[in-house]
């Protein structure tokens, strides 16, 4: 058995935490869209055809801004299409994926839905294929109130109010060689000021996402990042990052430790951006946008998934289906404690994707939706993550992995919501074999109590969620902890991701 202490204090903080943290993706990818959100046909659906077990599942889950259309599907998407008369909208090839766009989903229906599931418009616009002028028309049509022809087109087509889109993604991965459109930095760094420096003029109040690198093994990276902020710094807000992490040849020991890969992306992205701030003598701080994050087995996806031939282009195929385990389900929620670590300059995240796609809820055509194993962490961090994040004080034994070196068997991070008097933790124990013991000197808090002790955990860390066995896997609340003398005892089953809940009594 391995042990580790713990020590919080409310008067040690990392930064508030920006609701837009627990954010997620839909892209236009396999059946994210159709047959995930949106199925006419099934026995759930609403009269717009939007599955309501799905619209249940996506507020249990507690998503807070939706990051829309693309992802890679962005790049090549002509907004025109996906607006006005269903009937009148043109089919279109979706260069990114291999399949075919219907557009019977558009700025309009997806905005109904987000209504319906309570969560703010993330809206990324064509920085690959179009431009400048594209982008603009976007942002009038989205938001200006009437009197412009674009402005009232979306009134004829049935939103008499603006959409009111406030965050903006300029682009997407467009660092990567696989992205239609792909440019340099120097070019996209000089495209991306344009766009901006447009919409501002037209709507000042917007919040602007500049591209960062698509991953922090890109051979640009850091590079990227200095020469596109080089270019943005005084227009946009936001530098996005994005990471995915997958088991790889057996090294479950390296896999677990992924939380440490993303906490250094994060320090070199915020490195870069305030060198840029100091070189240029700026007042201003650029933030995070995690506007894309999750485990993807994209091995599996490139050696099975992936659609070729110039005659197969499918309609909503099934494409990166991944089918999460428990080991899966404790990396992501260690990945939730590196976005909460951060706190103070990750201000957004965005959990790719929502449905069916890399997600946490799964749907079958005609049949049940269930909860994968990452749905549960993301759940009840979006729930109880609130306030502030804490600066905690961490000793924990260690232990050697091939990829990352010497890490943590333990991880952590705390919340406190001084209005409420909740305090909230949240760790992971990374050990195949063993224990973790755990002591938290809450003394600082003052008197409190556990309200709930949530862990995810399983004798088999392969074991997963599946149609034939949609509960398989679920959180155990019966965690044996105690609260005495200021300090909590827990212990942590191995490979195991646990939430704490303290309340001042």
């Known amino acids: 058995m391995s042990t580790a202490s713990l020590t919080l204090d409310p008067h040690f903080t990392v930064g508030a935490i920006n609701r837009r943290l627990f954010g997620s993706f839909v892209e236009h990818l396999g059946r994210c869209v159709y047959d995930g959100i949106y199925e006419p046909g099934h ?32 790049s090549g998407f002509r907004w025109e299409d996906s607006v006005g008369p269903r009937a009148a909208r043109p089919t279109r090839l979706d260069l990114a994926w291999h399949s075919t766009e219907t557009n019977q989903i558009g700025l309009h229906e997806f905005s109904s839905w987000l209504e319906k599931v309570g969560s703010e418009l993330m809206l990324a616009v064509n920085l690959g294929t179009r431009g400048v002028a594209e982008a603009l028309d976007l942002l009038e049509y989205a938001n200006l109130g009437n009197g412009t022809d674009l402005a009232e087109r979306r009134i004829a087509n049935g939103k008499r109010d603006a959409f009111g889109v406030k965050m903006w993604c300029l682009g997407n991965e467009m660092d990567g060689p696989w992205q239609l459109g792909h440019r340099s930095a120097d070019d996209y760094g000089k495209i991306a000021s344009r766009a901006a420096k447009g919409m501002r003029q037209l709507d000042p109040s917007v919040e602007l996402v500049v591209c960062g690198s698509s991953s922090a093994q890109m051979p640009t990276f850091g590079e ?29 020991d390296s896999f677990l430790a992924s939380g440490v890969n993303m906490d ?21 701080t650029i933030n995070i946008s995690f506007d894309e994050w999750n485990v993807w087995y994209i091995d599996r996806f490139e050696g099975v998934d992936k659609i070729t031939g110039i005659d197969n282009w499918p309609v909503a195929p099934r494409l990166l289906e991944d089918s999460y385990t428990v080991a899966d389900a404790v990396v992501f929620g260690s990945l939730l404690i590196s976005l909460l670590k951060h706190a103070d300059r990750v201000t957004s995240a965005s959990l790719a994707q929502l449905v069916n796609v890399i997600a946490p809820i799964m749907t079958e055509p005609n ?85 709930e002790v949530q862990t995810l955990s399983d004798t088999d860390v392969y074991a997963a969620n599946t149609l034939e066995a949609r509960d398989r896997v679920g959180l155990a609340t019966n965690a044996p902890a105690l609260c005495a003398n200021g300090v909590v005892t827990l212990t942590l089953p191995p490979v195991s991701w646990t939430a704490l809940e303290l309340r001042a009594e």
């Open 43 to 74: 026995a759930s659906a609403d009269a717009e055809g939007f599955r309501e077990d799905v619209i249940d599942l996506v507020k249990e889950l507690g998503v807070s801004a939706i990051r829309y259309p693309g992802g890679n599907f962005v």
């Open 224 to 252: 990227w990042e200095r020469v596109v902020l080089g270019h943005t710094y005084d227009d946009v807000d936001y530098i996005s990052c994005h990471a995915y992490y997958e088991e790889k040849n057996g090294d479950l």
């Open 264 to 284: 250094r992306f994060i320090e070199s992205v915020v490195a870069t951006a305030d060198h840029v701030k100091a070189v240029r003598g700026s007042d201003k």
């Open 367 to 451: 049949g049940p939706a269930w909860r994968q194993t990452t749905f549960f962490p993301f759940a009840v961090t979006s729930r109880l993550a609130t306030g502030v994040a804490l600066e905690v004080k961490l000793e924990a034994e260690h232990y050697d992995t091939e990829v990352y070196g010497t890490v943590p068997l333990v991880d952590a991070v705390a919340t406190h919501d001084a209005a409420t008097g909740g305090t909230s933790v949240f760790l992971v124990n990374r050990s195949q074999m063993e224990d973790a013991t755990i002591t938290i000197d809450v003394a600082a808090l003052g008197p409190v109590g556990i309200v």
